[in-house]
């Protein structure tokens, strides 16, 4: 029994020298990086950190398109307070949507209900805080910074795209959500739900001028062409 206690001994200190050797003397492949041409500059290579600082390009030079697609940017005429571009838009989903520019008004599309989900969940989770869930600006937040409701004849008588407008690059108080609702069909979404609230509450009782659509003021928060690409 001795003899095989010895041998086991031999093969244990034998395995151990083997493990010192592996982690001491063997070359770490973190030194072998250099060998390779395209690893030998990635740490000091110069990369852009998204938002790190203002100097930071936000959009693409003019005249030239994404290879991954997008949307056209209205901010400019957004911003100078014009709101062709903006009533201009076609919600796909609103009534009657065709080849005609979407019309103002609480008219709510029967929509897929993947979408309408969809509204219900962005809605509740970016604009219920401030306009409250049932777009009435009685939210957590509404009185603190003065959100207006949703449900005015002025706000009913935005056209969807000066709605989705809003969304995408905010207005007065209301901060850009363009960069975080990125996707179109999530803006167009909120819209439907925005017009699903109105159409579920009666109209209030206003003057005539404050029933009339406004042009967007210029945001002091900026513009967003969406998702960065």
């Not at 010895?6 to 070359?27: I, N, R």
């Not at 029967?110 to 969809?118: K, Q, Y």
Request: charged share 20%; proline share 12%; glycine share 10%.
């Amino acid at each position: 029994m001795k003899p095989r206690k010895a041998l086991w001994a031999a093969l244990l200190a034998l395995s151990t020298a083997g493990c010192d050797f592996y982690y001491y003397k063997v070359p770490s492949p973190d030194d072998l990086w250099h060998v390779i041409p395209w690893f030998d500059h990635m740490i000091t290579a110069r990369y852009i950190r998204p938002y790190e600082t203002a100097d930071v390009p936000r959009y693409t030079p003019e005249g030239t398109v994404p290879v991954s697609g997008g949307e056209p940017d209205w901010s400019a005429d957004w911003t100078s307070g014009k709101a062709a571009s903006a009533d201009a838009l076609k919600n796909p989903y609103a009534a009657g949507a065709t080849d005609k520019p979407s019309p103002g008004g609480p008219a709510v599309a029967l929509i897929p209900r993947e979408v309408e989900a969809a509204g219900d969940t962005l809605f509740n989770t970016y604009c219920e805080p401030c306009h409250g869930v049932a777009g009435d600006a009685k939210g957590p937040v509404s009185s603190r910074i003065g959100a207006p409701s949703l449900l005015t004849g002025r706000a009913r008588g935005y056209s969807d795209g000066y709605i989705y407008s809003i969304i995408r690059y905010g207005r007065g108080v209301m901060p850009r959500y363009g960069d975080k609702v990125y996707l179109p069909s999530d803006r167009w979404a909120i819209v439907n739900h925005v017009r699903k609230l109105q159409a579920a509450s009666p109209a209030p009782e206003e003057p005539a001028a404050a029933t009339a659509p406004i042009p967007p003021t210029p945001s002091a928060t900026g513009s967003t062409g969406g998702r960065p690409r």
